[in-house]
């Protein structure tokens, strides 16, 4: 309670407990008169004490309605989203089999079925738990069982096989027709995962969008219950205003208050009987709207926190995901198809290993978006030779497109520049220029790649010969989720990028821009402090 409110009730209780100044004995027929008028004063507080009780508890028969119909609606959000996490777990076990399967077959190192033996370890308890997990949903039990059926005749029938005929035949494991079938079975189990999650995110929509109806409905509800509670309690503070002016007074500008919206506004106790009984009600009803209003406010400010978060989950490492992955399956394939020396080979093999094991440590570090925007991701400091960075991503995206041709030079005759910083973040925000300029840039060309220092900076360039950005466009290219014209070109992705590669290099304390105009492609570049 503020101080105003104690001092004012200290007026009143001290007002209330003064005795009345004394009367003569002649005035003795108005005191029978009062007293007539006492009693029908106390009839009359009865009937309104009534109402007014009836409508606190029809208002809180709705609130209990509402809150508890809400605490259902956030269950089922909570559970479609457990479901989820569950189906994303089980299917970071089956890229770790495939990962571990495909650097086995290639490289004969019995490194690298750690990842695989520790899927095949983990999978009956994430199958088993995908399974439970969907149990209360008939077809979405059967689709999660139908999933893990595949993924175990994809380890029993493929993965376990291959890994045998490598340890005997490696070249037989590595033919056409081991990795097209490995191939068609891990397209059919993705396939089954996206439409998995895809009718569990609509289960998870309809329950946020119930959740929010309902919400709705108690607003409206407790607003129309506030409002008519105010009335009914400044009609009594009017009628008890005639014979006991400074109590009823305090409760009327009590209402007033109330009704403004000062939910922590609370009378005093003090004064006759009747009066005493209509502050203490009046208190409770305060303290049950605010709480039951807070309590609204939390569940639905939580639920709406989940479903941002998963929302921007999926969707970074859905975006994420995509460039390491690309990269193991493109130079696998390059392998695959072509003969190199065993110089050539170890490095697009040291390549594929870097991005596997990049690959990997995503799923593990999936909440660092989430962390980078909030300030509170841990960068590592350490000597980076960003020309040498340069080097292994411009190689490694070369094998990506044939139609682009990709060229690194430094504008000042070295291309060794060290930074301090995180190798791996520099390399995404690198990596995520490169896969712009080759996405933006459809119908192929040259995208140069510079590098230079000078007065204790170091700059990148990315140039491509794309369709550009037009200038209204600009000020929103570094906001979250926005594409531009990416969508009428049919170029894929999150919008989520650029947003997190500015954010990188502001946290390492440099600098990110671009200079484009429609048709003219773009210049992305970023510049960071060398040391001293």
Do not use: C
């Not at 508890?68 to 569950?86: N, P, Q, W």
């Not at 400044?234 to 009327?252: H, K, M």
């Amino acid at each position: 309670m503020s101080a105003t409110a104690n001092t004012t009730g200290a007026q009143v209780r001290t007002q209330a407990a003064a005795p009345p100044r004394g009367t003569s004995s002649p005035r003795a027929p108005v005191a029978t008169s009062a007293e007539g008028r006492s009693a029908s004063l106390a009839t009359r507080m009865i009937v309104a004490s009534s109402i007014l009780a009836l409508v606190v508890a029809a208002v809180f028969a709705a609130f209990l309605v509402s809150t508890i119909e809400l605490r259902h609606s956030t269950g089922r959000a909570s559970h479609s989203k457990d479901v989820s996490i569950a189906a994303l777990q089980l299917e970071a076990l089956v890229v770790d089999l495939e990962t571990g399967l495909r650097g086995f077959v290639l490289t004969g190192s019995p490194r690298f079925l750690a990842p695989l033996t520790r899927a095949r370890k983990e999978l009956p308890m994430r199958s088993s738990g995908l399974i439970r997990l969907s149990a209360g949903e008939p077809r979405q039990e059967q689709r999660a069982r139908a999933l893990v059926g595949d993924i175990r005749a994809y380890v029993d029938d493929y993965v376990l096989p291959v890994v045998r005929i490598a340890r005997i035949d490696s070249a037989t494991a590595r033919g056409a027709v081991a990795t097209i079938e490995g191939k068609r079975r891990t397209d059919e189990i993705r396939s089954r995962f996206d439409r998995f999650l895809k009718i569990d995110s609509r289960r998870v929509a309809d329950s946020v969008a119930s959740a929010n109806g309902t919400a709705d409905v108690a607003i409206a509800i407790g607003a129309a219950g506030l409002a008519a509670t105010t009335l009914l309690v400044l009609a009594f503070g009017l009628f008890l205003a005639r014979s006991i002016a400074r109590p009823v007074r305090e409760a009327a500008e009590g209402a007033k208050r109330l009704a403004d919206g000062d939910l922590s506004l609370r009378l005093p106790g003090a004064g006759p009987g009747e009066v005493g009984e209509l502050t203490r009600a009046f208190n409770s009803m305060a303290e049950s709207i605010q709480r039951g209003r807070t309590e609204l406010e939390s569940q639905n400010e939580q639920l709406r926190e989940s479903e941002r978060v998963k929302s921007e989950l999926v969707s970074i490492v859905s975006h994420e995901v995509r460039t390491p992955l690309a990269s193991v399956l493109g130079f696998t394939s390059l392998m695959l198809q072509h003969d190199f020396d065993e110089e050539a080979r170890r490095r697009y093999l040291g390549i594929i290993d870097s991005q596997a094991r990049r690959l990997a440590q995503l799923v593990e570090d999936f909440l660092d978006a989430r962390r980078l925007e909030e300030g509170k991701l841990e960068l590592r400091r350490e000597p980076v030779d960003l020309g040498a960075l340069l080097e292994e991503e411009v190689e490694l995206f070369r094998g990506q497109s044939s139609g682009h041709e990709l060229r690194l030079e430094a504008r000042d005759g070295s291309r060794s520049h060290v930074v301090l910083g995180d190798s791996g973040r520099l390399a995404q925000v690198v990596a995520n220029l490169l896969s712009n300029a080759i996405k933006y840039s459809p119908e192929g060309g040259a995208v140069d790649v510079s590098i230079s220092g000078a007065e204790g900076w170091v700059s990148v360039f990315v140039r491509d010969q794309g369709f550009g950005i037009p200038e209204e466009q600009h000020a929103q290219v570094f906001t979250k989720f926005f594409r531009g014209d990416a969508a009428t070109h049919g170029i894929p992705g999150t919008g989520l990028g650029l947003v997190l590669s500015r954010e990188i290099v502001e946290a390492h304390g440099g600098e990110m821009g671009f200079d484009s105009s429609a048709g003219a492609g773009a210049v992305f570049w970023f510049r960071l402090r060398s040391p001293d």
